[in-house]
């Protein structure tokens, strides 16, 4: 069988890489000129930085057996680095039971309470949670205070004007899902992107890189798929595009399936990196609770990972997930520089502008889908209406969270339906 995938990140490399393990025909498309989706990165010094912030979890079991599967496990390494929030001015420590236990803004008793709460989230299945949106459940089961302390900013910073939309089997997942324990690969993500369009292309699939699709038709028995570089044909196709995007590409799609599934909002991620001569904190991640700030986190890079690894640059990203219309996707990187140097002082008033050696500025569309309690009636399934296209992305990985574990995961389940009958599975 000839397939075609479209889209060159976690999921649309795992997914050809065990197609081709299979003994099938593969073409990957993708319009970046590399591969890795939103995990790609870039140089910095002898290593890849990702352009977006990543980390697995212990619990990231299918990423896990990839890396090692890859022949890249000696590169995965744990630590337990330290997570703040900015409350009041001050960098107060949250990022396990005992931190919680001493977390100064809030009383004795409201940190009991708060970690029952959590203790019951995390472990407790998620189809409890259907129906109910988040803001209100926390405010009601935590207290007022302690959601408006840390919960209502973080809400805020991260959706926006949506916060009291979002369902409550999304903070579910950011519970259950997560441990203190983060992995990282030494020499970045990236190197387990390669290694996949290495073994992608060692038995024989092909990649087009900067090829953009546009049009994906059905004529008789085969699929064609228009780019900007030429056209091609299939027997199958599996995008790993956005829904939406994909509905725009397959004009045949019946009507009542773009009803339910062309639908729903999802936010684009947006962050600026720094390279200072020097640390700014001693803290990996710091959450912005307070008001007033542009960027809902700061994460502290090389309080993870040794400057060392980056040419002893200092690297600090300033995260953002906003509306896909935003106007700090049209800013240029010394407008958005100008806006956001001087909050970096309100953290750490010894900053300087002129610690900053290096900058970078990285933007993505739909790369936070909004999870309304609606959401699930929209997720489609993998197998479109029409013979022999396939459809998975981000949006099917609910209840949990998007992220590199849970798209490689879904690439694993796609393949086994994906496969006629008796072609043999080489998932693991």
Known sequence: MEYAVLGGGALGLMAAYRLVEAGHTVMLFEKEPMAGGLAAGFRVGEAWLDKFYHHIFRSDTTAIRAIEELGLGERLEWQRPRTVSLVDGKLEQLDSPLTLLRFKPWRLDERLRVGAVLAFLKAAPPAWFEGKTATTWLRKWMGKRPYEVLFEPLFSGKFGELRDEIALPWIWARLHDRTTQLGYLRGGFQLLYD????????????????????????????????????????????????????????????????RQYDWGQAYGAHCLILGLDRPLTDSYWINICDPGYPFMALVEHTNYRAPEEYGGQHLIYLGNYRPMNDALFTQSKEEVLQEFLPHVKRIQPDFDPSWVTESWMFHAPFAQPIVTVDYREHIPPLQTPLAGLWIANMFQVYPHDRGQNYSLELAERLVKQVLPPGAGSPVP
């Open 195 to 258: 290694r996949l369009v290495e073994r992608i292309q060692e038995r024989g699939g092909k990649l087009l890189f900067g090829t953009t699709v546009e049009e994906v038709r059905r004529e008789g028995e085969r699929w064609h798929v228009q780019t900007d570089q030429g056209n091609w044909e299939f027997d199958e196709v599996i995008s790993t595009l956005p829904t939406r995007l994909t509905c725009r590409l397959v004009p045949e799609l019946p009507e009542d399936y773009r």
